[in-house]
């Protein structure tokens, strides 16, 4: 029997070759509900042994599994996505206890979950390679796309459902079993809901594994996650930290890694932008989800005739969203995820009002709910100015030129995702061009995503892309020749 996602501080399972188990160890950890402080559930508290059974089952589950038909695979996919539209009002329950998500968020992941999930349902019919021309004689020659074998997917906690979803789908839908190791603050809504899920739809035994762990216990498990001849790759999300530590670990096994890490987006808006939609987009990129998505705006650059009336009207808006409690539906913003989080938004403002910045709007807490804020003339020498704090502040800035305007919207390790506003729409895409970043949005936020766009970003931000080019990263491709008659060798 599933375990139920309603009521209380649940005990919960995790999934081990098909079946509901508890870890080796009998251990289990408070799974913390940040807006309350009080435990919402516990969960296995795995450790090197719980993973070792995860990869063994997903090890011996593999052959099967990609050797299933493809009317058999996608059926899978398409009851699983039909399981999620189903569970969608108590997604949205769990999601704001466990992660402090409001529902427009919740329901965006679902949304974009069941969808991702109704492509990858496709992949199995996709050509599964191409002829390749042979200057040999009678040789016939075929690139044969195949899956890795088991692909161990790392999910971060703050879009947990669709990034759950996102690590494990497509490599599954190439022919891939898998081991998910979702995030300690997420054990849930980023692995154990995905198992769910997925195990309901009918995928076979060992074909997805979730193995969840307490927040200091990750040491034992990366370890046998990344010293196993038997996991092939790797599908990483999470800050960019950890994704170079980990591609150093995959790197050294010669194993390959796919990596979704931080961003730092600006957004241009250009001296004939349209200033009310500018700043109704500015709000959603900037606050959306209290600032903790990857793409949120972190920069707004505006050329200085527009800039005193821009900030204004932004920061009045700003000051109308104050964050709490994500259960209830009129809330906008929840709290942030942890203690952790709020220190960390707390000193990057700090910082940059000790350099001289103006506090324009917000920079007021209750518990862990932050409100939305605004910083003007932060100085270069504050860490805020171009790190990632992953929370509800933005930075405001003007500038005279175009050229200042990309060279600082370029200036920092990170590029995932840019937007430029501005009525000339081909000047929006010549200066798009010159950003860096992986999606440039002309007229639009930094932030969206829809599964079948290749997702992803430039320098620290990323290596990955998603959507059908996913494939790319899941598969090996074969070549597979056959000589059609006898050949003539040299010796
Ligand atoms: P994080 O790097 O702290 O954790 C991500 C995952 O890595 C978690 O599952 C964590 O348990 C795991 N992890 C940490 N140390 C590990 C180790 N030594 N071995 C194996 N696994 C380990 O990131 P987070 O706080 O969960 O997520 C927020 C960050 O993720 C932000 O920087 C955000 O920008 C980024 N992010 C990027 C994308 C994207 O698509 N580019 C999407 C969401 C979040």
Redesign the pocket.
């Known amino acids: 029997m599933l375990p139920s996602l309603s009521g209380g501080a649940h005990a919960y399972r995790q999934l081990i070759a098909g079946e509901w188990v508890g870890a080796e160890s009998g251990r289990t950890f408070e799974d913390i509900d940040p807006y309350t402080g009080h435990a919402f559930a516990t969960v296995p508290a795995s450790g090197a042994a719980d993973a070792q059974r995860a990869i063994d089952a997903a090890d011996h589950a593999f052959a099967a599994w990609a050797a299933m038909g493809a009317r058999a695979r996608q059926a899978l996919f398409l009851n699983a996505a039909t399981i999620l539209e189903r569970r969608a009002d108590e997604v949205v329950r769990l999601m704001a206890r466990e992660t402090g998500t409001a529902a427009a968020f919740s329901r965006f992941q679902i949304q974009w979950a069941t969808g991702l999930l109704r492509q990858a349902a496709g992949y199995p019919y996709l050509p599964g390679g191409e002829i390749v021309q042979s200057d040999t004689p009678g040789v016939f020659a075929m690139a044969v796309r195949k899956p890795l074998g088991v692909v161990c997917g790392?999910?971060?906690?703050?879009?947990a459902l669709a990034?759950g979803f996102r690590t494990v789908v497509a490599p599954l839908a190439c022919g891939n079993t898998v081991v998910l190791?979702?995030?300690?603050?997420a054990p849930v809504c980023a692995g154990l809901l995905i198992g769910e899920v997925l195990h309901e739809a009918g995928f076979p035994p060992g074909v997805v594994n979730v193995v969840t762990h307490a927040p200091d216990d990750?040491?034992p498990i990366?370890d046998r996650?990344f010293d196993s001849a038997k996991v092939r790759a790797y599908n990483?999300?999470?800050?960019?930290?950890?994704?170079a530590?980990?591609a150093a670990r995959a790197g050294g096994k010669l194993k390959r890694i796919a990596l979704?890490?931080?961003?730092y987006n600006p957004m241009i808006v250009l001296a004939d932008a349209d200033l009310a939609y500018s700043v109704d987009t500015a709000i959603f990129a900037a606050f959306f989800h209290q600032g903790q998505?990857?793409m949120n705006t972190r920069k707004i650059l505006v050329h200085r005739s527009l800039y005193d009336e821009f900030l204004a009207r932004f920061a009045q808006r700003a000051r109308d969203l104050r964050a709490g409690d994500p259960s209830d539906p009129h809330t906008k913003l929840g709290p942030l995820i942890n203690d952790q989080a709020l220190a960390k938004v707390q000193r990057g403002i700090d910082e940059a009002l000790a350099c001289g910045a103006s506090l324009v709007a917000g920079g007021t807490s209750r518990g862990r709910c932050f409100d939305a804020t605004v910083l003007a003339d932060v100085s270069a020498d504050a860490p805020i100015h171009s790190e990632?704090v992953?929370g509800p502040v933005v930075l405001v800035e003007a500038f005279d030129d175009e050229r200042e305007a990309v060279a600082e919207a370029n200036g920092t390790a990170y590029g995932?995702s840019a937007s430029i506003m501005t009525a000339d729409v081909w000047n929006g895409i010549r200066l798009g061009g010159q950003v860096q970043a992986g999606m440039v949005n002309v007229n639009g936020p930094t932030m969206g995503g829809e599964p079948q766009i290749p997702?992803g970003?430039v320098k620290d931000?990323?290596w990955a892309r998603f959507g059908r080019w996913a494939i790319d990263m899941f598969t090996d491709l074969n070549l597979v020749t056959v000589s059609q008659e006898k050949r003539h060798y040299p010796l």
């Open positions: 790392i999910s971060p906690w703050n879009g990034l190791k979702p995030s300690e603050e990750i040491g990366a996650l990483f999300t999470g800050s960019s930290s950890t994704g530590r980990l979704e890490l931080g961003g998505i990857c990632e992953f995932l997702f970003g931000s990323d």
